[in-house]
C-alpha cells in the first residue's frame, strides 16, 4: 500500500526531469500536495482499517495481555506503543511521497536546491499540520472501536461502516431545517480531516460542517476531541488487564 501512495510521487518528479514545463499544481492529474493528500487518504482509511484491529484484538482474545502484565508495563506503554506503531506507519504513508514530491522539485527549482527547499518551507510545515490531523481523524476511530471489538474482520467492518456513514449522517443533518440541526453535521468523522486539509491549504472546505456554517477550525477541534475520548477509553479499557 505505501508504493502506491510513492509511485504517483515518482512519476510526478520523473516528468518534471523529462518535461521542463512540467508543474505539479498545474499539469497533474492529481495536482499539488493538497489533492496528493486526498489521494493518499483513501488508501490510509482502508490500512487503518485492517492495521488497527490486528494491533490489538489478537492480544486480547489470544491472552497475549497475561503475557504483557507479568511485566513492568503499564496500561499507558502499552496503549503508547500500539497508538505509536499505527500512527508511525500512517505518518509514512503520508511523508515518503510528499517529501519526494517537495524535495524533488526543489531540486528543479532554478533558485537551487537550498534556497527552493527554504523559501518552500511553509509547504512542508502545511503537509505535516494536515497529515497529523488525517492521523488522528483516521487513527483515533479505528482504535477506539478495535478497544471493544473480539473480531479483527468486525472490527474493520464496523470502523469502514462508520467511517462513511458518518457521512451520510451528516449530510442529512445538512437537509434538516431545525434549530440545531446542524451540529450534526460535526458526526461527519470521515470529512473533518478533509475539511483541515482544504483549510490548511488555502482552499474552500465543501463538506458538510463548513456547508451549514462551522469554522474549519471546528473539524480540527472535533479530531482532537475524539483523540482525547479514544484515549481515555481504551486506557480504562486496559487498566484492569495491564
Known amino acids: 500500500m505505501v508504493a502506491l501512495a510513492i509511485i504517483p510521487a515518482a512519476v510526478f518528479v520523473g516528468l518534471a526531469f523529462t518535461l521542463n514545463a512540467f508543474s505539479p499544481d498545474t499539469e497533474s492529474p492529481f495536482g499539488g500536495h493538497a489533492e496528493y ?14 492495521a488497527a484491529p490486528e494491533l490489538l484484538i489478537p492480544d486480547r482474545e489470544e491472552g497475549v495481555l497475561a503475557v504483557y502484565s507479568s511485566r513492568p508495563m503499564t496500561a499507558s506503554d502499552y496503549i503508547l506503543a500500539r497508538a505509536g506503531a499505527l500512527f508511525a ?21 532554478s533558485r537551487g536546491l537550498g ?13 505535516i499540520a494536515v497529515m497529523t490531523a488525517y492521523i488522528l481523524g483516521y487513527g483515533a476511530p479505528a482504535l477506539l472501536i478495535s478497544t471493544y471489538a473480539k ?13 462513511f456513514g458518518s457521512v451520510a449522517f451528516a449530510e442529512a443533518f445538512q437537509q434538516i431545517d431545525f434549530t440545531g440541526a446542524r451540529f450534526g453535521t460535526l458526526l461527519s468523522i470521515l470529512q473533518h480531516p478533509e ?12 463538506a458538510a460542517p463548513t456547508a451549514v ?7 480540527a477541534v472535533v479530531i482532537a476531541a475524539v483523540a482525547v475520548l479514544t ?10 488487564e495491564l
Not at 91 to 97: D, E, S
Not at 115 to 127: M, P, R, V, Y
Not at 195 to 206: G, S, Y
Not at 231 to 240: A, E, F, N
Open 37 to 50: 493528500i486526498a489521494l493518499t487518504g483513501a488508501i490510509v482509511m482502508l490500512f487503518v482499517a485492517l
Open 89 to 109: 506507519v500512517i505518518a509514512g504513508f503520508f511523508l515518503i511521497p510528499n517529501l519526494l514530491m517537495y524535495v524533488g522539485f526543489a531540486a528543479l527549482d
Open 115 to 127: 534556497s527552493a527547499l527554504i523559501g518552500n518551507l511553509d509547504e512542508l510545515i502545511k503537509i
Open 151 to 163: 473480531r479483527t474482520g468486525v472490527a474493520a467492518g464496523i470502523y469502514l461502516a462508520v467511517m
Open 195 to 206: 475539511v483541515v486539509r482544504e483549510w490548511v491549504f488555502d482552499k474552500t472546505p465543501t
Open 213 to 219: 456554517g462551522f469554522d474549519p477550525w471546528t473539524s
Open 231 to 240: 484515549g481515555y477509553l481504551m486506557h480504562r479499557r486496559y487498566r484492569s
